[in-house]
């Protein structure tokens, strides 16, 4: 009896990991069942392909030619398992192109978490690559739609996004991260596995 209490809160209980933003953002999506990223690859959000590949199961990075294909892949497989999928788009153009999946996924109802990158915010201001305040731009059609500001904000926030695209009425949530944000180290609390 005793053993079966401590398996409980092990699984209840967050855990504390070391290392760089991309880490943070896959051990949260794994934790809510994602096993595939739908993504074309931009320096933007290279952290989270690290992530990706070095977590003990690796999540599948499927890197398509075109953001939308991203989005609407990751949709599909939101609406088809009812688990938010997961689509990583670059910051700028490669968050723009994926509007129009976005929309889908709101009025069709698919749990879908999207990761944009984000100009650094060390830069922000100084016109900085792709310096543009995406979470305006599909506030309207997402249930979510913020920037996770700090290293340190990446899991809580991320986690929030997976927790109202998968909740009912399900629907889009979007996420974007500053570049210095993504690639800086920190040790951070995430939701167990299975959650």
Known sequence: MARA???VTRMTTPEAREGHGGIHAIEVAKAHGVTTMFTLSGAHVFPIYDGAVK???PVTIIDVRHEP???FAAEATGKLTRNPGLAVLTAGPGVTNGVSPIAQAHFSGSPLVVVGG??????????????LDQPPIVASITKVATTAHLVDDISPVLDHAFTQAGSSHRGPAFVDIPMDQFFSNAT????????
């Open 55 to 57: 977590s003990d199961p």
């Open 188 to 195: 951070v609390a995430h939701p167990p596995q299975g959650t």
């Open 118 to 131: 984000r100009a650094p915010a060390g830069r922000w201001g100084t016109g900085s690559l792709q310096e």
């Open 69 to 71: 294909s991203a989005v």
């Open 5 to 7: 209490s401590a398996s």
